[in-house]
């Protein structure tokens, strides 16, 4: 394939592997869209037959391996050193693809989560595809029947038959590409930035989604799994994903797949399972308990909204407010709470600092600079400021005690730091009735 780097044999072959299959799709979208119903299933069946996206799994992972071997003494170190006339004597680390590898692998991915991942999951689970940015209708509607025709491997009945693939070994060998990313641009950094929400719903279907009683299938085509020790291993992969992505590309996988949940309950299959919402919410009060975690959330609700409306800022409060099942509320208010002052501008003072994707202040960069000159960061700022005092007004309208122990404690405390509690002032002395003092005077003393 054309303008692939040759560096990395592994890249040649899915490169190819890629075109071949992206002409079959279009071949087929074709006949489906010139022939008639009659011969539909005769084209499906040729197509899905023709979908090797566990094959194309396997290249990205030796594709992995081998950007990681560069890093290793035996390999070239891609490093790029600064000008001699520059004064910074660092060197400069090159992506490890270049655009046109990226796009390869990009387009790899996709059909490994079109075609072995989304179609395992769960109804209501996971973003349709119809809803993903960039997808043209005539396109989803054939992915749609294709995906619908992926032979099943697996028998989720208690006695089960022998399962060649299933949908946890395939998102654990997609988590462990992930847990071997080492520099930017590698084929894990572009499955975190496409894909996280997806390895996020099929890691909570295969580790957390309940177990049928024995006997009692699942369902036809939709795994979950059964072995606890499995269980486990899954539920740590999970974890892993969950603390090594930011934290605003967590809050943004974590709120699509809720809004896509709630928003397939109007369909027939009744929309995601509850244990699903219920989880996807713990996981979203588990990001605002990080450090800056407030502020991405509020930042990400808030959005390019001219201006809030009650019904918003009621929504954003309950999201703050609301501690998960597991966690005490005293630890979460202890965590978020200051937080929602810092953004209120109540505690610590000082301006609001600009928020990078990564949760870090950027404020005063040259790249900050240019956005607050695009953008007008005064006003998303009044609005944050806003949605942040609407929270405290909803805490002490709804709990006074938690409200004067993390709000209006830490408020008045500079305060009554200059009153000596301990040792009170004395009693006034009594005055007479020309309102001087019984026994003093008032002439200074003679020098």
């Known amino acids: 394939m054309s303008g692939v780097s040759h560096r990395y044999p592994s890249l040649v072959q899915l490169a190819t592997l890629v075109e071949e299959l992206m002409d079959v799709l279009k071949d087929g979208m074709k006949r489906l869209s010139k022939g008639g119903v009659s011969g539909d299933q005769q084209i499906l069946e040729e197509l899905s037959g023709k979908l090797r996206a566990l094959d194309m799994l396997s290249l990205l992972e030796t594709l992995q391996t081998e950007i990681n071997h560069e890093e290793t003494p035996g390999g070239s170190d891609r490093r790029v050193p600064m000008p001699e006339s520059s004064d910074v004597t660092q060197t400069i680390e090159l992506d490890a693809l270049g655009l046109r590898d990226r796009q390869v692998v990009a387009q790899a991915l996709d059909i490994v989560v079109l075609f072995e991942v989304l179609p395992r999951l769960s109804p209501g689970i996971g973003v349709p595809v119809a809803q993903r940015s960039g997808s043209r209708p005539e396109a989803v509607d054939v992915l749609v029947r294709l995906q619908q025709r992926v032979p099943e491997t697996w028998d989720n009945s208690q006695s089960g038959g022998v399962r060649t693939v299933d949908l946890g070994q395939i998102v654990g060998r997609l988590v462990g590409i992930l847990g071997h990313r080492r520099k ?264």
């Open 184 to 447: 930017a641009g590698d084929v894990a950094a572009v499955l975190a930035a496409k894909h996280t929400p997806d390895l996020l719903a099929a890691l909570l279907q295969v580790a957390y989604a309940p177990i049928p009683p024995p006997g009692v299938p699942v369902g036809s085509r939709y795994y979950v799994e059964r072995d606890a020790e499995r269980r486990v291993e899954l539920r740590r992969a999970f974890t892993r994903v969950f603390d090594e992505t930011s934290p605003y590309l967590l809050f943004e996988s974590l709120t699509s797949l809720l809004n896509a949940a709630v928003a397939t309950q109007k369909q027939p299959s009744g929309g995601g399972p509850r244990w699903f919402r219920t989880l996807c919410g713990r996981f979203l009060s588990r990001v605002l308990m990080r450090p800056n975690g407030v502020r991405i959330a509020t930042d990400f609700l808030v959005g390019n909204d001219s201006e809030l409306t009650t019904d918003k800022l009621h929504r954003i409060s309950s999201l703050l407010l609301t501690a998960p099942a597991a966690t005490p509320p005293g630890d979460y208010y202890q965590l978020v709470l200051p937080q929602v002052l810092r953004m209120a501008e109540i505690y610590g003072g000082g301006a609001l600092p600009a928020v990078g994707s990564k949760g870090k202040a950027v404020a005063g960069s040259p790249e900050q600079t240019l956005v607050d000159d695009i953008m007008d960061t005064q006003a998303v700022n009044a609005r944050i400021v806003q949605a942040a005092v609407y929270s405290l007004c909803q805490l002490a309208d709804s709990d006074r005690a938690a409200f004067g122990t993390y709000v209006s404690g830490p408020v008045l405390a500079p305060l009554m730091r200059c009153f000596d509690i301990q040792n009170p002032l004395p009693n006034p002395k009594p005055v007479d009735d020309t309102g001087s003092d019984m026994g003093v005077s008032l002439v200074p003393p003679s020098l």
